[in-house]
């Protein structure tokens, strides 16, 4: 694993940015977390910290993992590399004797020469078997002799000897890796010795794209993504549960692999031997990490380190995603297709892209859309399994355009493709009142995608978690949405979306609206939920064609748009396009485009602001007309041909091949060519 500069663990230093943390906590996962940390802080200085740190949602994970456990139980050995550290193997030793069943756990030391002395030590702990080398061979051999000497009938746990296992962490892992037969590895959430996240998945690091590291390292124990479990790349050899099945199939670690990366290569070939890792957060336990591993690359690792990537560095960064005449290959994977600028913006890109010659399709666990006409084929499946199946082993750049569709892409481009997620909001802000759907969303953003958005917002959100992104906005068709002649506007118009979205606020739209002087404007809404209707003289208009959307945005004197948030805000976009004048609040990804006094008039979030705002345009004749047509000219900018360039450049350079070069000094090395953005 990637020996990078090491955090100050010091309870002092905790401290430091805390309104910061306290900020994003509230921001990513609500407040009932907050609350919840701020709760139990006091008592992260007490001997209940390792309670607090299992997290509520851990601790409720680990309830049908024990029952189950009770009842199916197996046998297993657990592997403790050792190297002059009789003291660390005495305390693991004893930590998994109180909180396992002894009957069920053979614990087999496998020492790696340490000399007689050491030796001695070992052999003086009770109820251990110990295998002890005559010469040092480094980590992958030493677990192996451990693995030797194991039950050939059991499955294997292997342990550092830093560790300090926790109630109920084997049940957890055995029941993870039992729950599916194709499953061949499973790994725990480690936590530092203050709580704080040591492990929680192997990913690619960012900046140093020649290692690999620990995903959500230094997070509070209870960081909301860190539990949900889950399909990873790898997981560490600090901690692996392997199925017995796993090894009679790919065999034992690599000892080619002097130190380090024997681990991810270990779990790569279950990958290609058809088994899944996992990552299990339920299961938990301390990792007293430096005492073990040191902060210097050494010869052994850097020898590691190039083998891996003349194995590994074209299975990684140097994928086919081409057909055979050259054409870019490019899967888009919806959950359904029903009406919404989202599912517009995705399938205009479908069209423009197979305009011009790309191999696009679609798949979806809905039918083919028919409010828009796709001109490309459509491939629609029952559930995401089989979804899976089909796209699994296609060669093509996958797309995930929703949270619920980022799992089953990324399942499908381990072994083959390149998976993009296309980010069009954070989906988090869409629970308010769920800090576990939040926490759901957030574990979807993986390292592993390459990321398309729709603002700068929407790339500030996942800068936040250390994901680089490429924001291309919305495209909008300046032909279909475009002023008509003259006359066909009216001087006492509000159109709106009605939407009974929370984030649409429409509810402010209607304070608004009632605020204004009798005689009131007509309010015109429109969409697919009439219910929305309040009456009062109001009208709505339901499912629109384009045609009949860009004739209610001509006759509008002003459109309205109140949106708490949005990931970007196509409507104000098309009404700009129209040449109508706008009043909206800012929505985040709708700061992209509106400006203040110069394209439309950004109101405060209240309903005087608002109506202050919607009476001042309908008022001033010219200020409609100079807001009208610097929107026309802000929507030309996002117009589809240069807008396809923008997306259509984004996935050459995902397709074009990578490499890492290596450094002469640790974290020196580069992933050049094609995805060098990306990991730089």
């Given at each position: 694993?990637?020996?990078?500069?090491?955090?100050?663990?010091?309870?002092?230093?905790?401290?430091?940015?805390?309104?910061?943390?306290?900020?994003?906590?509230?921001?990513?996962?609500?407040?009932?977390?907050?609350?919840?940390?701020?709760?139990?802080?006091?008592?992260?200085?007490?001997?209940?910290?390792?309670?607090?740190?299992?997290?509520?949602?851990?601790?409720?994970?680990?309830?049908?993992?024990?029952?189950?456990?009770?009842?199916?139980?197996?046998?297993?050995?657990?592997?403790?590399?050792?190297?002059?550290?009789?003291?660390?193997?005495?305390?693991?030793?004893?930590?998994?004797?109180?909180?396992?069943?002894?009957?069920?756990?053979?614990?087999?030391?496998?020492?790696?020469?340490?000399?007689?002395?050491?030796?001695?030590?070992?052999?003086?702990?009770?109820?251990?078997?110990?295998?002890?080398?005559?010469?040092?061979?480094?980590?992958?051999?030493?677990?192996?002799?451990?693995?030797?000497?194991?039950?050939?009938?059991?499955?294997?746990?292997?342990?550092?000897?830093?560790?300090?296992?926790?109630?109920?962490?084997?049940?957890?892992?055995?029941?993870?890796?039992?729950?599916?037969?194709?499953?061949?590895?499973?790994?725990?959430?480690?936590?530092?010795?203050?709580?704080?996240?040591?492990?929680?998945?192997?990913?690619?690091?960012?900046?140093?794209?020649?290692?690999?590291?620990?995903?959500?390292?230094?997070?509070?124990?209870?960081?909301?993504?860190?539990?949900?479990?889950?399909?990873?790349?790898?997981?560490?050899?600090?901690?692996?549960?392997?199925?017995?099945?796993?090894?009679?199939?790919?065999?034992?670690?690599?000892?080619?692999?002097?130190?380090?990366?024997?681990?991810?290569?270990?779990?790569?070939?279950?990958?290609?031997?058809?088994?899944?890792?996992?990552?299990?957060?339920?299961?938990?336990?301390?990792?007293?990490?430096?005492?073990?591993?040191?902060?210097?690359?050494?010869?052994?690792?850097?020898?590691?380190?190039?083998?891996?990537?003349?194995?590994?560095?074209?299975?990684?960064?140097?994928?086919?995603?081409?057909?055979?005449?050259?054409?870019?290959?490019?899967?888009?994977?919806?959950?359904?297709?029903?009406?919404?600028?989202?599912?517009?913006?995705?399938?205009?890109?479908?069209?423009?892209?197979?305009?011009?010659?790309?191999?696009?399709?679609?798949?979806?666990?809905?039918?083919?859309?028919?409010?828009?006409?796709?001109?490309?084929?459509?491939?629609s499946f029952l559930d995401y399994d089989t979804l899976v199946d089909e796209l699994a082993p296609l060669e093509a750049i996958k797309v995930a355009t929703w949270w619920k569709t980022a799992p089953p892409v990324w399942r499908a481009s381990v072994l083959t493709g390149i998976p993009v997620y296309f980010v069009q909001d954070q989906e988090s802000s869409y629970y308010p009142d769920s800090p576990r759907a939040r926490s759901q969303v957030l574990e979807t953003y993986r390292h592993e995608f390459r990321y398309l958005t729709t603002s700068e917002w929407n790339s500030e959100r996942l800068a936040e978690l250390h994901l680089p992104s490429t924001a291309v906005g919305c495209g909008v068709d300046v032909e279909r949405f475009a002023p008509l002649p003259e006359g066909s506007r009216e001087d006492r118009t509000i159109v709106a979306l009605g939407r009974r979205n929370p984030l649409k606020n429409l509810g402010l739209t209607l304070a608004a609206w009632r605020r204004l002087d009798e005689p009131r404007p007509?309010?015109?809404?429109?969409?697919?939920?009439?219910?929305?209707?309040?009456?009062?003289?109001?009208?709505?208009?339901?499912?629109?064609?384009?045609?009949?959307?860009?004739?209610?945005?001509?006759?509008?004197?002003?459109?309205?748009?109140?949106?708490?948030?949005?990931?970007?805000?196509?409507?104000?976009?098309?009404?700009?396009?129209?040449?109508?004048?706008?009043?909206?609040?800012?929505?985040?990804?709708?700061?992209?485009?509106?400006?203040?006094?110069?394209?439309?008039?950004?109101?405060?979030?209240?309903?005087?602001?608002?109506?202050?705002?919607?009476?001042?345009?309908?008022?001033?004749?010219?200020?409609?007309?100079?807001?009208?047509?610097?929107?026309?000219?802000?929507?030309?900018?996002?117009?589809?041909?240069?807008?396809?360039?923008?997306?259509?450049?984004?996935?050459?350079?995902?397709?074009?091949?990578?490499?890492?070069?290596?450094?002469?000094?640790?974290?020196?090395?580069?992933?050049?060519?094609?995805?060098?953005?990306?990991?730089?």
């Amino acid at each position: 694993m990637s020996d990078l500069p090491r955090h100050d663990l010091r309870p002092t230093a905790r401290l430091a940015h805390l309104g910061r943390r306290a900020l994003l906590t509230y921001r990513h996962l609500g407040a009932r977390t907050l609350a919840y940390r701020l709760l139990t802080f006091p008592l992260r200085a007490t001997p209940l910290r390792r309670y607090v740190y299992l997290g509520p949602r851990a601790v409720a994970d680990r309830l049908p993992a024990r029952r189950w456990y009770r009842r199916h139980g197996r046998p297993v050995t657990v592997v403790i590399p050792s190297y002059r550290d009789a003291a660390l193997v005495e305390s693991l030793v004893a930590s998994i004797r109180r909180t396992t069943r002894r009957a069920l756990v053979h614990i087999v030391v496998s020492d790696d020469a340490s000399g007689p002395e050491h030796v001695a030590r070992l052999r003086a702990i009770a109820g251990i078997e110990v295998v002890a080398a005559q010469e040092n061979r480094g980590f992958a051999a030493n677990v192996n002799r451990g693995l030797r000497a194991a039950d050939p009938r059991h499955d294997v746990v292997v342990l550092n000897s830093d560790m300090v296992a926790l109630d109920g962490w084997l049940a957890c892992l055995q029941y993870a890796a039992h729950r599916d037969e194709d499953v061949g590895i499973v790994g725990a959430r480690l936590l530092y010795p203050d709580g704080r996240i040591q492990f929680a998945g192997t990913v690619r690091n960012l900046g140093a794209p020649e290692w690999f590291d620990h995903r959500f390292r230094f997070k509070a124990a209870d960081w909301g993504p860190a539990c949900v479990g889950g399909e990873a790349l790898a997981v560490t050899g600090a901690c692996m549960y392997v199925r017995r099945t796993l090894i009679e199939r790919i065999g034992l670690l690599d000892e080619q692999y002097p130190m380090a990366y024997e681990d991810v290569d270990w779990c790569l070939r279950a990958w290609q031997a058809g088994m899944r890792v996992l990552y299990y957060p339920a299961a938990a336990l301390e990792h007293h990490e430096s005492v073990t591993r040191g902060t210097v690359q050494g010869e052994r690792e850097a020898a590691s380190q190039r083998l891996f990537w003349s194995r590994w560095g074209d299975f990684l960064d140097a994928r086919q995603v081409r057909d055979e005449h050259g054409r870019l290959r490019i899967v888009y994977v919806t959950h359904d297709t029903g009406v919404g600028g989202g599912h517009r913006e995705i399938f205009e890109q479908l069209n423009r892209l197979a305009e011009r010659g790309h191999d696009v399709r679609l798949f979806t666990l809905d039918a083919e859309p028919d409010w828009f006409a796709l001109r490309c084929p459509v491939h629609s499946f029952l559930d995401y399994d089989t979804l899976v199946d089909e796209l699994a082993p296609l060669e093509a750049i996958k797309v995930a355009t929703w949270w619920k569709t980022a799992p089953p892409v990324w399942r499908a481009s381990v072994l083959t493709g390149i998976p993009v997620y296309f980010v069009q909001d954070q989906e988090s802000s869409y629970y308010p009142d769920s800090p576990r759907a939040r926490s759901q969303v957030l574990e979807t953003y993986r390292h592993e995608f390459r990321y398309l958005t729709t603002s700068e917002w929407n790339s500030e959100r996942l800068a936040e978690l250390h994901l680089p992104s490429t924001a291309v906005g919305c495209g909008v068709d300046v032909e279909r949405f475009a002023p008509l002649p003259e006359g066909s506007r009216e001087d006492r118009t509000i159109v709106a979306l009605g939407r009974r979205n929370p984030l649409k606020n429409l509810g402010l739209t209607l304070a608004a609206w009632r605020r204004l002087d009798e005689p009131r404007p007509q309010l015109c809404l429109f969409g697919s939920e009439p219910d929305c209707h309040p009456g009062e003289g109001a009208s709505y208009v339901i499912a629109p064609t384009d045609e009949e959307v860009n004739g209610l945005y001509n006759r509008a004197t002003v459109f309205v748009a109140t949106s708490v948030h949005e990931g970007f805000g196509l409507p104000a976009l098309e009404a700009m396009a129209a040449g109508t004048a706008v009043v909206c609040t800012d929505a985040d990804g709708n700061r992209d485009y509106c400006r203040d006094g110069e394209n439309c008039l950004i109101a405060a979030a209240d309903a005087g602001s608002v109506a202050g705002a919607l009476a001042r345009v309908i008022g001033d004749a010219s200020l409609r007309q100079r807001l009208g047509r610097a929107g026309r000219q802000t929507a030309l900018d996002y117009a589809w041909p240069a807008h396809i360039d923008a997306v259509e450049a984004f996935f050459e350079d995902v397709a074009r091949p990578g490499r890492v070069v290596l450094g002469e000094r640790p974290g020196s090395g580069a992933l050049v060519e094609g995805q060098q953005a990306r990991l730089a």
